[in-house]
């Protein structure tokens, strides 16, 4: 518990952010994020809205020190923050979107029950035989997250096959999620059609600067663009990796995991070996962030 709070009390920028998350949502989403219950906090229809709360308090407070942005890009939920960074979608537009979407996909879950699992040890090559191997129902590839790291996603018996094939493939550990449905996967079509009636009202105009899709991993520059893709994501599969290499090859030197956790700054460790990536999250990560800038 506690998410953002000290954010919030360090930084007014911070304390905007979620005052302003409480009066678009008509509810305290701040409480929650800071005192729970957990259960409901870790719901999809609140993580979403919470997780996007979190990562633009985090920008708010640290954007006049970030310069020039090359490009932005975000893991699944993430793409709706970066491309509130990128200006194509108001904070309080984006908000409406994923409590939404968290919303939509929850019932998609419950309609058609789902499940997903991570795979370790196998090519991106032994996971598509994997999942074309399977016969009693859907597996997908659903995270593409690092050389080696991915995650299936489908109805439960495709995934339960799916799993003991990933077994016998040769896989390191294979373990199901504790998720509610069967995100990025065609399990997903139903939510994918109420985002797109959502996102058709909302407002997006060009980013600012490229935001690389999750669907494509291939840069973004348009509002109309961004649209499509952020609806085609839920059925998609997420190729995280890829877009880590399509930011290197653009020439980005550093980067920057604004929000909750440190799960991207981990990933790089792999995806881009070498290149600083800096988690920023809490008070103690901005202030050591400000001073990096301020000795460089």
Known sequence: M???????????????VLEEADDVLGFSLSTLMAEGPEEELTATRNA?????????AVLRTVEDRLGPIALAAGHSLGEFSAHVAAGTLSFSGALEAVRLRGELMFQAGQKRPGAMAAVLGLDDDALARVCAGVTEGICVPANFNSAGQT?????VAGVEQGMQLAQDAGARRVVRLNVSGAFHSPLMAPAAEGLGAKLEAVEMSDPGFPVVSN??????SSGVEARR??????????QWAKSVETMLEAGV???????PGSVLTGLNRRNA????CISLGEPADLESFAREDDDA
Do not use: C, N, W
């Not at 506690?2 to 905007?16: F, I, Q, T, V």
């Not at 979403?48 to 633009?56: D, G, M, R």
């Not at 030197?253 to 929000?259: Q, T």
């Not at 070996?273 to 600083?276: E, F």
């Open 229 to 238: 893709l952020l609806v085609e994501q839920l059925t998609s599969p997420v």
């Open 253 to 259: 030197d550093r980067f920057l995991e604004l929000g």
């Open 2 to 16: 506690g998410m953002a709070r000290p954010l919030a009390r360090a930084h007014p920028e911070a304390a905007r």
């Open 151 to 155: 995650v299936v996603s489908g109805d």
């Open 48 to 56: 979403q809205p919470a997780i996007l709360a979190h990562s633009v």
């Open 215 to 220: 669907v494509t991993a291939a840069p973004v």
């Open 273 to 276: 070996k070498g290149v600083p």
